[in-house]
């Protein structure tokens, strides 16, 4: 109970001092160039320079301090030893690339980014088409979307047992085993035979994000202007052909999006692996690699550079959406 | 749309079944947990969760009486007892004297065992265990019995976890972290959302796309600088950190969400308030912010979810004390040393993402919103 007061307390404070911020800070700026006077124009004209950034300094001090300040640090600690207290120059850049597990983690990070963003886009795509127009689809969507609710490792739980193994001639109660058996072959220990686990691992990654593709892609369908679809009708083109060739040429930006965005959120995969493999059995991924060295070797130099790759292959992505975005304001 | 002539009834049926299909594909493993919850330790390692909803089979080794039990009945020895605990329900369908063949006899026919003896045993577990001379030796004879099992569904596991593996405290926990740090970011990133939408000032157009790209900063790259910095102002493993921690990743989103709706708003309920001499202030918390409510709506909900969800920025910026686990990194630990007791597991993570889907049926329409803003187009 005592921590419920505290994080009370804490609301209170945080919200009480932010209006209050606010409040008095916008009180002052008018006290000190009054908006009347002798020099009133002049005084309008300077709170007016002034107050945007009133309005904006407490977030740019937390930017500032939780996500740009650690982008120096980090590059600052990568040329550090594993305590950050001694310079050791490109040591543990030279170790990055002749270790095995961090060729791994790249390899299997690059099958990620791949395999997660193209499976989820394109069954997001087929549940977007095919709900779309039906009188149930609603439900249906709600149904697919729901996954996104579910925390990662709560995902993780019910795939594990989708995957659960059992030997000495029990009962499989694996779902995946229990087809394997049902079809006459030899259940798997799915997740511990190198190879397949990766996708596994994967497939439940896709199960999540396709709810998030299917609501994007769904609004970009019924955003197709009616008469492109009526036009192609009267020329006699087929369901199929009207799908491919006139509406999906049409929301290829969205795909993209989408497409982007749950690259980025492959980048970042960690519970999923932690949970069922962590990284062992050939599973390994970056953001998993650099909690290990962070938490488990206490190495914060080689954590900090497999953070760096991560922030480098997001860094594309990162030029595309600001690029976008300037787009899309002028 | 679908009217082509002649093709629409099949093509609806395709449709139709497919979408059916793709929607059975995505529930079952969710479907599966939650049967699973719902279904006792014997039932689970016995048989899949797909055969919850019929009576299932299990085969049981069963110890008759000791010797010294028997008593004397028309010359002969006997020893009878009852296969089920007292009140179990079930019913057996076959017996057997070897574990090589546990069901080689219908219930009610006679075995004869290796010793000379015979024994009988009835559907209702009922067993007669005979033999012409005394019995010998201090243990009862060893058989097997295969019952059938009636389906039956509880919710004793969610009792027994709540209580005993510290999921219920967790719950409060989790409840701890997500509360403020939902609150929190709103409020900061709200005026800054305003002044970026709607006050001029040089080097706006660089700041928005500033926090565009902030957008998709890993997290990973923040951890170790935040949590050395942490540890040095004294808020490491704390909840105060974390709270500090969550309103940092989730202000570019927020601001970003915040600041495309204001500048949706319609200019002349704004231009026509300062012409009545409002101040900036007022205008923001008595006009945009007002306004603004679905967009607030869509991302307190995804903070809320993402906040309640998270596993790492918990495992980093909290520690695993009593009252600091949260219940993600509780159900991490509980796969790591419970592995493979699946009913104590599924219920944990049926309780883990009961109040994230209840608020996802509630609001989804602004989570949907909130997607459809949040993605950059």
Redesign the interface.
Known sequence: ME??G??AI??LV??GG??GY??LS?AAL?AIFPARGPQAGRNITRA??I???L??L???L??G???????F??IW?SFMNNT?ERFVGLANYQWMVGDEKFRESMVNNMLWLVVVPALSTF?GL??AA??D??RW?NF?K?????????????A???????Y?YRGGGQ?????LN?LVVAFGGEPQTWLTTPGWNSFLLMIVLV?VQ?G?AM??LS?ALRGIP?ET??AS?LDGA??LQIFFKIKVPQIW??IL??WT?IT?TV??V??VV??MTNGQWGTQV??NL??DW??RAND?GR??V???V??VL?LP??IW??R???K??R | MDNIAGTRSSLTWVVNLSAAALVILWLIPTLGLFVSSLRDRDQIAASGWWNAFSASEQTAQVRAGAPDTAVQQDGLFVIEGNAFAEGAPGRVSAFGISSREPAAFEAGSAAATSEGYSLTVNEDGAYRLTSPTAFEGTRGERFFVTTTVPSRLTTENYGRVLAAEGIGRSFLNTLTVSIPATVIPILVAAFAAYALAWMEFPGRAILIAVIVGLLVVPLQLSLIPLLKLHNTIGIGKSYMGIWLAHTGFGLPLAIYLLRNYMVGLPREIIESARVDGATDFQIFLKIILPLSFPALASFAIFQFLWTWNDLLVALVFLGNTENQLVMTGRLAGLMGSRGGDWEILATAAFITIAVPLVVFFAMQKYLVRGLLAGSVK
């Open positions: 921590q419920f505290l994080a804490t609301i945080g919200v932010c209006v606010f409040f916008n008018d007016a320079q107050r945007p950034w309005f904006l407490p977030a740019l937390i930017l301090v939780y996500l740009v300040y650690p982008v640090v980090s600690l950050g069954f087929l549940a095919l709900t127009r039906l689809g249906a709600a149904m697919i979307f729901m996954p996104m609710a579910i925390s990662m490792i709560g993780a739980v019910i795939w594990k047992l989708v659960e009962e499989q109660i694996g779902l229990a199960w396709t998030f609501v994007i609004a009616e679809i009526e009708i087929s369901p930006g969205t999006v989408v965005t980025i980048l970042k960690f519970d932690y949970a970056l953001a650099m909690y962070m938490f914060s954590a900090s497999v953070a760096l991560i922030m997001v992505v990162m959406n600001i976008n975005a300037r899309e304001m």
